[in-house]
């Protein structure tokens, strides 16, 4: 058998590091860049978009704009309270 037909030996490496701190020389998996025990099976990795932001609505657009306004009065009635204390 000719060595030079082999398919495995031309394919890509992993090249996660393992352990012992040495490349992996498992074949990645066709289209990724990890083998099957690193990260290219199929249904590995983190689900595309952040679900975990919406989980309690801390993150949204809309309750960070809700708290930038809240902030904002808080400073404007510190400094009205600021004018008022400096004038008596």
């Known amino acids: 058998m000719n060595r030079e037909n082999l398919t495995m030996d031309r ?4 090249g996660a590091r393992t352990r012992s701190g ?6 990645a998996v066709r289209g990724k860049r990890r083998c099957r025990m ?5 249904g590995s990795g983190a689900p595309i978009g952040n679900t975990n932001a919406l989980r309690c ?7 960070v ?3 930038r306004q809240v ?3 808080i400073r404007m009635a510190r400094a009205t309270l600021a004018e008022t204390e400096e004038r008596k």
């Open 65 to 67: 704009a809700c708290r």
């Open 57 to 63: 609505g801390h993150y949204t657009a809309e309750a």
């Open 22 to 27: 040495r490349p992996c020389q498992s074949p």
């Open 71 to 73: 902030s904002e009065l």
């Open 11 to 14: 394919a890509p490496r992993c």
């Open 38 to 42: 690193h990260g290219g099976a199929a």
